[in-house]
């Protein structure tokens, strides 16, 4: 391997082929799931599948398709990629349109819990325990035994469905409170059998999924996690007890690599996306009266937190000290600095989310001129604009249209 200027000896050249399980990637640049909001009647549109082209053909080593949902009532809304065989053909259009670009494609696999819509969804949210959504005014059911046993099957079934899509790997949705993530959460968590109390029974739920996922898909594709490193709010799941979850996850050899993150949908929102947090922008999007209450108390719960490159770094590096198996750094990395920080710090793999919203191609730019910056400002406009399609609020997008009526691909 060619050693570059930003390159020191013996560590990853990110820019250079790497292995991620089973599956061969052209480099070690991930497009973090961000969804997209370009899906429709739960299947795929011509302009989702844009969406990941743009990405793949702008030289990531792999592009993830966000949210999709293992089972009806675990979408955060209506319109959400929900696994089952009337989405495969769109799936595999999907699939085979990034692979024509020379990049792979992941999907995320979860359940969205508390942070579920029921309105939409038209079916009681679930939980660990009952709790109050403040945005849709409702209450989640706490899930039973039988609703874990199903989700758990819901995970291994959308997996191998990802298999037949011609997805080169999963990523198992384990943070931001989703329901796997609120069952780690001491704060939200307050069951008094095998899954609530101690960390080894909050963990359990999670392990679960995990087994059975791999289970499920054998070493045909790759399996990642996301996982929490801290909720960002008292008394949730915090950095002390992820190393310990990490540990048990790599112990039980059900994954390929784990994707570091923070936050909580649920609770404090802003907590992963450092940078301004767009009051206005959210209100202007938001039903009533969710609508006055942002303008009124927003602030309160959609915190401002100082942006800085690599800013989950410090907490990141604790876990890639506790544990052998491959971590995806995420957060703040927008340049070939950051890139190369990450590989001399040890993690095997970057993901990517707000900058490549900005400039798809950044990747190929930063391959043929390592002095390049991004030009994403961390405004966090392109997080109200999923309810039209994600994109960068700065970038004119007159030739591009939004999801909400193109054709849903189906057989």
């Not at 082929?17 to 497009?31: D, E």
């Not at 599948?49 to 089972?71: L, P, Q, S």
Request: with cysteine; aromatic share 6%.
């Amino acid at each position: 391997m060619n050693q570059t200027a930003h390159q020191a000896p013996g560590n990853p050249d990110v820019l250079a082929p790497a292995q991620l399980g089973p599956v061969s990637l052209r480099n070690r640049t991930i497009k973090a799931a961000t969804y997209e909001g370009l899906s429709h009647e739960g299947l795929v549109t011509q302009e989702l599948i844009d969406f990941h082209v743009r990405h793949a053909a702008g030289g990531v080593g792999m592009t993830t398709v966000a949210y999709c949902a293992v089972a009806p009532e675990g979408r955060t809304g209506a319109h959400q990629i929900l696994w089952r065989p009337a989405a495969l053909p769109g799936l595999r259009k999907l699939t085979e349109a990034v692979h024509a670009e020379g990049a792979a494609v992941c999907a995320q696999i979860g359940h969205a819990g508390p942070v579920a819509n029921p309105k939409s969804n038209g079916a009681p949210a679930l939980s660990p325990s009952r709790h109050f959504h403040k945005t849709t005014l409702s209450f989640a059911r706490e899930a039973t035994r039988g609703d874990l046993k199903r989700i758990v099957r819901n995970h291994a079934e959308a997996a191998t469905m990802a298999v037949e899509a011609g997805f080169d790997a999963v990523e198992i949705h384990l943070g931001h409170n989703y329901l796997a993530s609120s069952f780690l959460s001491p704060r939200i968590n307050h069951r008094k059998d095998e899954y609530g109390g101690s960390l080894d029974n909050r963990a359990r739920f999670p392990r679960e999924i995990a087994r059975a996922v791999r289970a499920a898909v054998g070493k045909r594709i790759a399996v990642i996690a996301k996982l929490n490193m801290d909720d960002g709010v008292p008394g949730g799941f915090w950095l002390d007890e992820a190393i310990p979850v990490a540990r048990r996850l790599e112990s039980d050899g059900s994954l390929d690599a784990v994707e570091l993150t923070v936050g909580s949908s649920l609770l404090n929102p802003m907590y992963l996306f450092r940078g301004d947090a767009p009051l206005r922008e959210f209100a202007q999007v938001m039903p009533q009266p969710v609508k006055t209450g942002v303008k009124l108390v927003g602030n309160r719960v959609l915190h401002s937190y100082p942006y800085e490159d690599a800013y989950l770094l410090e907490q990141a590096r604790q876990v890639r000290a506790a544990v052998e198996m491959p971590l995806i750094l995420l957060g703040g990395i927008t340049n070939r600095r950051t890139m190369d920080l990450a590989m001399r710090e040890g993690f095997q793999f970057v993901a990517m989310g707000r900058a490549l919203l900005r400039e798809p191609d950044l990747v190929n730019r930063i391959r043929a001129d390592a002095a390049t910056p991004s030009l994403c400002i961390h405004c966090n406009k392109c997080m109200v604009s999923f309810h039209g399609g994600i994109r960068c609020v700065l970038v004119d997008d007159s030739g591009d249209r939004a999801a909400g009526g193109a054709t849903p691909i189906t057989g």
